[in-house]
């Protein structure tokens, strides 16, 4: 999962980078709002995690900025303010949850990985696909009890794919799910066709070889 950390606490944000990181997400942050509306704008994130109390943007109306975007970001409201006035305003401007400082790491991700499982309609977090088995907790791929030895970026890839099986995906928006932010950081487009290919080598050795579909011009298709 691509995530934005929207926090002005120096510590507080490594703390959050450091640990999502450990657990597999792909993170950026942003100190103000105006950075973050910037990389909001032009990135498509699976999470925002959003400090209210910034420098010089109201949280709220950041909030209310993302909500207006074509593409619909989980957002988690970490904020000192506790008062409940400000937990009905947050979570009826389309927040999906709230959690107020201080919070527990664990709890945090414990509640990204709720709101995963409403979000993409799973009831755990073992997806499954033609006889594949696909872990997100243990990051590990089975079939028939067999594991199937993938790389980070392949397993991360069929992850995004998996819970996204009914969309056809855009080489960009798996480009921006493997290395994140496109306009900054140096990548090659045919990457994410160089790991499809050994992707899809490896699962067919399981399952027909016709699991994946390549939609030209445009990205890929599971078939169920």
């Not at 619909?72 to 709230?98: F, K, N, Q």
């Not at 067999?146 to 819970?163: G, R």
Request: charged residues 30%; proline residues 2%.
């Amino acid at each position: 999962m691509h995530v934005l950390i929207v926090e002005d606490e120096v510590s507080l944000a490594n703390e959050l980078m450091h640990f999502l990181t450990q657990e597999h997400y792909l993170c950026d942050w942003a100190f103000t709002g105006r950075e973050a509306s910037e990389k909001i704008a032009v990135n498509r994130y699976d999470f925002i995690l959003l400090d209210l109390g910034l420098p010089d943007y109201e949280g709220l109306d950041l909030l209310r900025e993302t909500r207006q975007l074509e593409h619909e970001p989980a957002i988690i409201v970490l904020t000192a303010r506790g008062a409940l006035e400000d937990r009905i305003e947050g979570l009826g401007m389309g927040a999906d949850d709230y959690l107020p400082k201080p919070f527990s790491l664990l709890e945090l991700q414990a509640r990204m990985q709720a709101i995963v499982r409403r979000k993409f309609q799973v009831k755990s977090h073992v997806l499954e696909f033609r006889g594949i088995e696909l872990d997100s907790m243990a990051r590990r791929v089975t079939y028939q009890g067999t594991e199937i030895s993938l790389t980070k970026k392949e397993f991360d890839l069929l992850h995004y794919m998996l819970l996204h099986r009914k969309r056809i995906m855009t080489r960009l928006q798996l480009t921006e799910h493997i290395w994140g932010n496109v306009l900054e950081d140096s990548y090659d487009s045919n990457y994410i066709d160089v790991h499809i290919k050994n992707l899809r080598k490896k699962l067919s050795e399981y399952i027909p070889n016709d699991w994946l579909e390549t939609v030209r011009g445009v990205g890929y298709r599971l078939v169920a």
